[in-house]
Each structure stands twice: as structure tokens, then as C-alpha cells.
């Protein structure tokens, strides 16, 4: 429908105080339907927590007001709940104690509103009937005045709405905790979402993180036993918050994660479109589709919901673990199901970033965990920032392993990450543990994921989910830090796991864009490599070993054979069978076989030229050096204990020997 007129009443804009931040917009190029040109700011408010404390230190009136305002509605709900219990009725007023809740973060403001929208995900936390109710707090809030939306869109753009689209919706078809979104057309003919900010977002927004950020500071000071740094925290979760505020941000943040990760298949990202975007007004590209928390309705499209999950899943770990910029915020109404099988990513206003050495140190705890190697996890927890070098791990270790221990070893239904992060929390509690800052977006993002796969099969594990991808970095990234996980998940008191190559192989194939001939060519050139080296001389000592039984084996048959043809009596034949342990890695050899040759990017000539390579290095005839002379010692030591070594000695006496002789004696 086309847009209604712009209204003449024009209303009062609040912009963030001076003392929170500054802002600054640069112009960059490009033609724009207006006087001020095309602009593609680079403004952010800047999130500053002692500017914020100034502005509001003296204000003793404003502060207690607003304590009141929070404490009574909460100290209501939490009595009414109470009472409920007392008197037997909790279950009856399940529901009207769910639309309270929600009535209340909404009265609360944004800041309670995301939190109302992280609980929403949760169905191993809280009853359906709040989950259904708190999920309306993530596009079904309500809504501010018309007039002020359209006059921000014409403060930000320059124009009024109707001079800049084709279309507009006359009411927002959503609201969420900080703006709300109408459908329109452009003039060149494509749809759009057009989301504009609410009115006094950032003086409810900066009063609000002053009170909390005091309340954190304060319980750090009284209570010893705290030892995660809540006002850090607070202070990583207020930052984004602020950059949420500034729409270019958001822009900027959709452009950078489609470049990331639009290159899998089955993700998208909308368009922004830059001519129609400020501060406080985006424009992005319309997305049809169906939220995740409606598995029903996106499989009576012919969408397998639960793949769309795995998708996801997959999505998070790589920017968790692979680029480090992720989306902190992902609940249902920011990821859809398009009808041509896509998922959709929506709202880019809250992200964040891990560093490189963050990421690793996240890889190498999920491999320890899948392993039960328990010491390398507590280690891990030291070099993410968790605890201090100085740190005695003796206590942790055990207590690190009854949660892992628990969780591996618990059902399908009863394992998700939501049970062990509150495990964790209480060891977290009782050791020296100090919480770092990012953790908490980290966590945020993990859970509600979670929660949205939780709320389509209760029986999804994200630890399943995530080996996988983890096996695929494992065998194919070059880093030194994974190179040295790699060896030290291979590698035990000296012998090689092939158990565990078999393993990593089988999971990194069902990896979406696993590449065996990568994972080929990044092992050759670690094991070609001075780092490579440990590797080299333990394939020579599992060589050596192999070869010498295999080779002790055919001699002790032909001997027997050789007996037997002349007419010379013996012991019975060998045994030509392979001890157990041998036995088990030549069945996990052939596995590995059938795995590489079934595994996406298998070429048998790729792998012939990688043979005929292999042979032609120097390291490799040094090996063959190492082997050779490994085998003729062997070779030379049984030569002395058969043939130099008596069995008698001089006096007659036979001596005890605990090791039975290579072969028997043949008789005169």
C-alpha cells in the first residue's frame, strides 16, 4: 500500500548525552535521492563507563527513582510466585504469571528486554508457557508513534519516507527492544525491511547499565568468593549494547559476516542497502521466511527443520572458531527459514569478536573433552585466561573430569551445554577460576543456540554436532597450536593411536566442506617439516616393530616348513597370527583405507603423485635409513641371543629364563 503523508507534528529526538561518547560522520561516495548525498557513516556512540558514572553521579533522585521502578515490579513478580506455591495454585496461574514476566521486562526496558529474549530459548530452564509468552519479546513489542518513526527516517536520510519509497507499510509489522521495522518498496522495485530506532533508547539504555554496572562493582567489594569479573562482564555486554545503537554499525557488521560465511551454501545474508541507511534508520533487503522455534510450519513447506539446525550449528562454530566474529544474539527472530531451504541471518547490531589464540585454545578444550584427557583441559582453562599460571591444577583436574566424565557418559536426553556450563559454574565457585569478559557473549550465544536446536529435537547435542567441524580444523589447519593438538590426541607414551586417526577421519567427512587432498597436502607438509620430526621417528619405531614381527613370523614358518619337508620333528607350527595389538591397528589400517577412499576429493591419481613425492624427498630415504638399520638391529640382537648365547652354561646347570627362545633346536 502506498505511504500516507508525512505527518507535520514533529516530536522531541534524544540523542546520547555528550559525556557517554562521541560521534563522528565521515561521507564516503555514492549517489543518494537527497540534498546531503550518499552517506556511509562510520559513526558509533562509544561506550564509556566513567563518562556514564559522571553523568549520572549527584542525580541521587533520578537513581533511586529508577531502582524503585525495577525492585517494585520484581519484588511483585517474585512474591506473586511465592505465593502461588503457598498456596498450591502455581501450576493454574502458570500463564498469568508468564504475561506478568513479560509485561515487565517490556515496562523494564531494553536492557531487561534482552534478557527476557535470551530466557525465551530455553526450554530446559524455564515452562512452555513462558517460553511462549517471552518469545513475543523478539518482534511482537509495543510499537512507538508513527510520526516519530517517519520524522527519523527524514532526520536521518534527509527526505521525507514518501519521496524515498515506493511503498511503506502504514504500521511496523514488528517491533523489537530497540527499534521497529516496516515493509516497503523502493522506487527501483525491490523490497525492503525498513528498521528505525525508538525514541530515548540511549538515556533508558545508559541509566539503566550505570545501575547495574554499580551493583556488579558493588558485590565484587562484599563478597570475596566472587571471583569472575562482573563488572567486565557487564562492562563486554553494555559495549555491544551501545554499537547496537548506531544502525551503520549494524550495516557495516551484515556486510562483514556475509563476506565471512555467506560462502556456505545453505546461509544468507541480506542486502543493506547504504543509500537508505543512518544512524537510526536501516534499510535492508525483505526475507520471507519462518522462524526456527516453528519447526511445524517449516516442515509443512518440505524443509527438514532439524538439518536447517545443523546448518546453524555449523555456522556458529565457524565464526567461533574459525574467524572469531560472531553473532551474539542469534534467538529465533533473527534466524529464518526461507522457502528455498536457506537460513537466514537477520540483525547484525550485536556481535563480537574472540582472538586467534582464544579460538585455538577453544579447539584444543573441545578435543580434550571428547578425549577425557582432563590434565591438557585444565591447562587449557590457564591459557584462556581462566586461571593464573600459578594456578595448582591438581584439585581441578579431577573435579574438571566428574563434570566431563558426567556429561560424556549421560543420555541423549539429559546432555546439553546449558547442564554443563552450571556444572562448571560450581567448580568455578569453589577453585580460583576468574571468569574472562568474553566468556559471557560466548556462553550467551552458545546457549541460545542451544536452546533454538532444543526446542526442534530434544535429543540434539551440540557436542556431536561440533566434532565434526573440529576433526576437519584438526586435519587440516596448518597452525602450530593445532599441529601440536593433533600430535598429542595421535601419540600415547610413545605409540601411535591409529584408533583415533580412524575416528577423526570418520567425523571430518561428514564436515560440509571438508577437502581430503587439503588434509593430504597439510599433513605432508607438517610431516616433511623440521616440526614434523617427532612424527617422522615414530612411523620409523611402528616400522621397525611391524615389520620385524611380520618378518620373525615368516621366517618361523618357513623353518617349520623346511622341518617338516626333511623329516626333522619340532615344536608345532608357529603361530604366523599378529599379537592383538597388532591385530587391531592393521583392522583400524584398513578402515582408515576405506575411509580415504570414500571421503569427498579422493583421486587415486592425486594420490599416486603424492606417493611418487613422498618417495622422492630427502626426509623420506632418511626414514628408510632409520627403518633398515632398526630392523638390522633387531635382526643382529636375535642373532647373538639364538646362536652366541648359551642355553648351558659350563657347569651344567640350565638357566631360568623368563623369555622362551626364538626357536626350537633341531635334533642330531
Known amino acids: 500500500m502506498t505511504l500516507a503523508d508525512r505527518p507535520t507534528q514533529r516530536s522531541k529526538t534524544s540523542a546520547l548525552a555528550p559525556a557517554v561518547g562521541s560521534a563522528v560522520a565521515v561521507d564516503s561516495q555514492g549517489s543518494f535521492p537527497s540534498s546531503r548525498g550518499a552517506i556511509k557513516p562510520t559513526r558509533t556512540e562509544v561506550y564509556d563507563p566513567e563518562a556514564i558514572r559522571h553523568l549520572y553521579q549527584g542525580q541521587y533522585l533520578k537513581v533511586l527513582w529508577r531502582w ?141 547499565i550505570y545501575l547495574l554496572r554499580s551493583l556488579a562493582a558493588w558485590a565484587q567489594r562484599q563478597f570475596g568468593n566472587i571471583r569472575s569479573d562482573l563488572v567486565g562482564i557487564l562492562d563486554e555486554f553494555a559495549g555491544r549494547l551501545f554499537e547496537e545503537m548506531d544502525y551503520t554499525l549494524e550495516g557495516r557488521n551484515a556486510e562483514r559476516f556475509a563476506e565471512l560465511y ?241 575416528n577423526l577421519l570418520r567425523n571430518a567427512r561428514t564436515s560440509s566442506d571438508y577437502d581430503l587432498s587439503g588434509a593430504i597436502n597439510q599433513a605432508l607438509d607438517f610431516l616433511f617439516s623440521e616440526r614434523g620430526e617427532f612424527i617422522r621417528d615414530r612411523i620409523a619405531h611402528e616400522l621397525v616393530n611391524n615389520l620385524d614381527h611380520l618378518g620373525q613370523n615368516t621366517l618361523q614358518t618357513l623353518l617349520h616348513s623346511i622341518r617338516h619337508y626333511i623329516g626333522i620333528n619340532g615344536t608345532s607350527a608357529p603361530s604366523s597370527t599378529p599379537d592383538a595389538t597388532t591385530q587391531k591397528n592393521f583392522q583400524h589400517m584398513q578402515q582408515i583405507w576405506t575411509l580415504l577412499q570414500d571421503a569427498p576429493g579422493f583421486e587415486p591419481l592425486e594420490l599416486l603423485s603424492a606417493i611418487a613425492d613422498i618417495l622422492g624427498r630427502p626426509e623420506t630415504h632418511r626414514l628408510g635409513r632409520q627403518v633398515a638399520s632398526g630392523l638390522a638391529q633387531k635382526a643382529a640382537a636375535r642373532l647373538i641371543r639364538e646362536f652366541l648365547i648359551s642355553e648351558t652354561p659350563p657347569t651344567g646347570r640350565s638357566i631360568p629364563t623368563t623369555r622362551p627362545l626364538p626357536s626350537a633346536k633341531l635334533r642330531p
Open 68 to 208: 524503585i521502578m525495577i525492585i517494585w515490579p520484581l519484588g511483585g513478580f517474585i512474591l506473586n510466585r511465592w505465593w502461588d506455591r503457598r498456596t498450591g495454585k502455581a501450576q493454574a496461574r502458570e500463564h498469568q504469571r508468564a504475561v506478568q514476566l513479560r509485561q515487565m521486562l517490556t515496562t523494564l526496558g531494553p536492557a531487561y528486554i534482552k534478557i527476557g529474549q535470551a530466557l525465551s530459548t530455553r526450554p530446559d530452564v524455564l515452562p512452555a508457557a513462558y517460553l511462549d509468552e517471552l518469545a513475543k519479546l523478539q518482534d511482537q513489542l509495543p510499537p512507538f508513534a508513527n510520526e516519530i518513526a517517519f520524522q527519523f527516517i527524514e532526520e536521518e536520510l534527509g527526505q521525507p519516507p514518501a519521496q524515498l519509497y515506493a511503498e511503506l507499510t502504514p504500521e511496523p509489522i514488528a517491533a523489537a527492544s530497540l527499534g521497529q521495522v516496516y515493509k516497503g518498496r523502493l522506487y527501483s522495485g525491490e523490497w525492503v525491511a525498513v528498521k528505525v530506532q525508538r525514541p530515548d533508547l540511549a538515556e533508558k539504555i545508559t541509566l539503566d
Open 262 to 502: 555467506g560462502y556456505l551454501e545453505e546461509i544468507y545474508v541480506p542486502k543493506i542497502y547504504w543509500n537508505y541507511t543512518h544512524t537510526r534508520v536501516l534499510t535492508m533487503e525483505w526475507i520471507t521466511g519462518t522462524k526456527l522455534n516453528h519447526p511445524d510450519r517449516i516442515m509443512s513447506q518440505g524443509i527438514d527443520a532439524r538439518h536447517l539446525i545443523d546448518v546453524g550449528v555449523q555456522c556458529s562454530l565457524r565464526q567461533l572458531l574459525e574467524h572469531g566474529f560472531f553473532h551474539a544474539d542469534p534467538h529465533p527472530g533473527n534466524l529464518l527459514a526461507m522457502p528455498n531451504g536457506k537460513l537466514a541471518y537477520l540483525d547484525f547490531g550485536m556481535m563480537s569478536e574472540i582472538n586467534i589464540e582464544q579460538r585455538y585454545g577453544l579447539i584444543n578444550a573441545i578435543v580434550h573433552i571428547v578425549n577425557r584427557e582432563f590434565e591438557a583441559l585444565a591447562q587449557d582453562y590457564v591459557n584462556l585466561g581462566f586461571l593464573t599460571p600459578e594456578t595448582d591444577l591438581t584439585p581441578i583436574i579431577p573435579a574438571l573430569g566428574m563434570v566431563f566424565d558426567n556429561a560424556l557418559g549421560a543420555s541423549v536426553a539429559e546432555l546439553n551445554i546449558q547442564r554443563i556450563f552450571d556444572q562448571l559454574s560450581e567448580i568455578m565457585y569453589e577453585y580460583p577460576f576468574r571468569v574472562p569478559a568474553y566468556y559471557a557473549l560466548i556462553v550467551r550465544s552458545l546457549l541460545t543456540m542451544e536452546g533454538i536446536a532444543l526446542g526442534v529435537d530434544p535429543n540434539f547435542k551440540v557436542l556431536n554436532a561440533a566434532y565434526p567441524y573440529v576433526a576437519k580444523r584438526l586435519l587440516t589447519d596448518p597452525a602450530p597450536e593445532l599441529r601440536t593438538s593433533l600430535r598429542e590426541l595421535l601419540f600415547k607414551d610413545g605409540n601411535f593411536r591409529w584408533n583415533r586417526l580412524e
